[in-house]
Every structure is written in structure tokens, then in C-alpha cells.
């Protein structure tokens, strides 16, 4: 627990410029004109804004990636997700992390680009331009996130089990008409096979039986302070080291409960703040 609390307070030290403003999905319904948006694979890997001179999180802190990676990038401002395959987002957050980046690690990570915010052109021209630039960069870590139109309602969910099939996450639409905005909106929603949220760690509770000595469950308390326990998703290194009293984490549901309360919260991972 020490290591990981130390790891935290290490990444919030690294805080060096104010939060970008990044636009932010809302979760998808049915009752959008499909025909009007762009859909893309949600990738599972770290949002990352390129400003034009370093790599920031959506939290404003500087990713330090090695001078080669960043080297190729013009002073275009990018929207985009760092990213090494479906299922290897831990494997990537212990990369992303270190405060002094490995060179060879980083060659497994590509920086996949969906979109350019300060173009002010609609998505429909900004995807264009996204394209254009990726050839002038012309480096294969630095690649433009594929966007296709999907025709129905039905061939858009065949999609999204395809992805998660294959370990995907879900799948984000864009709306083609749509300027880029540095906040929450229509104009970008995400589709998944279950809805995630976050809530602040309040309390350890002990194991029993095989987990004996270790983590049995999680309190937490959301923004809107209820408070529920999370008892599974837990790797065995998870119950030995759990997040820290304190930190931010995503854990993923399926649905309300009659009071409202998340159903079958299931543990994803400490929030990452770098």
C-alpha cells in the first residue's frame, strides 16, 4: 500500500500546467440521428493532449514521454489516446507513469490521433485535416484513429460485440456537423457493453475465508456522497496492496438498483492521474 500511495503522491507532484480543455463524452442512445455521426473504437489507454510542445493528461500533467516520441509531432495542438493493444492497459500505465521514461518501453505505444481542437472547422473537415497530418508526420507510432460511417442501429451493436469480443472497450461516435468543445456534450458519446463511474475510497474492509489478511471489499462514497461497497474485479495483488483511503478509482456496473445504487460494481482501477 505504501508503494501505491507513494506512486499517487508522486504523480500529483508532477501536476505543471492548468487542465486542458477536453471534450468529454456522453453515453450513447438511441434517440441520435446515427447517420450524423462518425463511429471509432474507444480505445482502453490514456488520454493525451499534444499542445504543441509536450504531452499533457487530462489532468494537466506532463507526460513524460522519450524525446524521440514527441520529436515528430509538428506544433499542431492533438486529441488523442497513447495506446499498446486491447488488454494492455496496465501493461501501458506502468510505462506511462515513470517519471523517467524508458525509450525501449515506449516503442510499444502508439499515440492514436481522433481529433485536432484547435481546428475550427466542423468534424466532417477536422477528420480530413487529421489525415493530412498523419502523413506529414509520417512516423508509425503517431497513427489517425479509423472513423467509418455505421448505416443502422443493428450493425452498430453487431460492431460494438465484435470489439469487446476481441478485448475492445465499446465504441465512440462523433457528430460530423460538430466544432470541437472543451466539455461535455452530445456532439461525442461512448457505447459500451456496461456503464463505469467513479467514487473516492473511504474504508478498507477485511477478507474472510481465502482472503484472510487481505482486501475483502472496498466503501466508497461518489460525488453525490452514497456510499456502496465493491467486493470483486480484484486481482490477488490488488487485495494485498488495495487502492490507497483517498484515492480516485473507475469501477464499472450494470445498471441501478431500486434505490439507485450501482448494480454489480465491479473494480476496474485506480483513476490515473498522470
Keep these: 500500500m505504501k ?6 503522491l ?7 500546467a492548468a487542465p486542458p480543455k477536453l471534450q468529454l463524452a456522453n453515453v450513447y442512445h438511441d434517440e441520435i440521428d446515427l447517420q450524423a455521426y462518425w463511429v471509432s473504437e474507444k480505445y482502453d489507454g490514456v488520454r493525451a493532449y499534444w499542445d504543441g510542445r ?28 497513447l495506446w499498446i493493444a486491447r488488454g494492455q492497459f496496465e ?40 489525415k493530412q497530418l498523419i502523413v506529414e508526420i509520417n512516423s508509425p507510432h503517431i497513427q489517425a484513429v479509423a472513423q467509418r460511417k455505421i448505416a443502422s442501429r443493428a450493425r452498430l451493436m453487431r460492431e460494438l460485440d465484435e470489439v469487446v469480443s476481441q478485448q475492445g472497450e465499446g465504441l465512440m461516435l462523433r457528430r460530423g456537423a460538430s466544432l470541437y468543445a472543451g466539455k461535455r456534450n452530445e456532439d461525442l458519446l461512448k457505447l459500451k457493453k456496461y456503464a463505469d463511474a467513479e467514487a473516492v475510497v473511504i474504508e478498507h474492509l477485511p477478507g474472510k475465508g481465502k482472503f484472510t489478511g487481505m482486501l475483502g471489499s472496498l466503501l466508497v462514497e461518489t460525488a453525490d456522497r452514497r456510499r456502496f461497497r465493491i467486493g470483486t474485479g480484484f486481482s490477488h495483488l490488488d487485495r494485498q496492496n488495495p487502492p490507497p483511503i483517498g484515492a480516485l478509482i473507475t469501477y464499472q456496473y450494470f445498471g441501478l438498483t431500486n434505490t439507485g445504487l450501482p448494480r454489480f460494481a465491479s473494480y476496474l482501477r485506480v483513476r490515473m492521474q498522470h
Design 54 to 81: 509536450q504531452l499533457l493528461s487530462r489532468q494537466g500533467n506532463i507526460i513524460r514521454a522519450p524525446a524521440w516520441f514527441t520529436d515528430v509531432l509538428s506544433e499542431t495542438p492533438m486529441d488523442g489516446e
Design 10 to 16: 508522486l504523480i500529483a507532484s508532477a501536476v505543471n
Design 3 to 8: 508503494k501505491t500511495l507513494g506512486l499517487l
Design 91 to 130: 501493461r501501458l500505465s506502468g510505462i506511462v507513469r515513470r517519471h523517467s521514461p524508458d525509450p525501449d518501453d515506449w516503442r510499444e505505444i502508439k499515440y492514436m490521433v481522433f481529433d485536432l481542437p484547435g481546428n475550427k472547422q466542423i468534424f466532417d473537415h477536422r477528420l480530413q485535416a487529421i
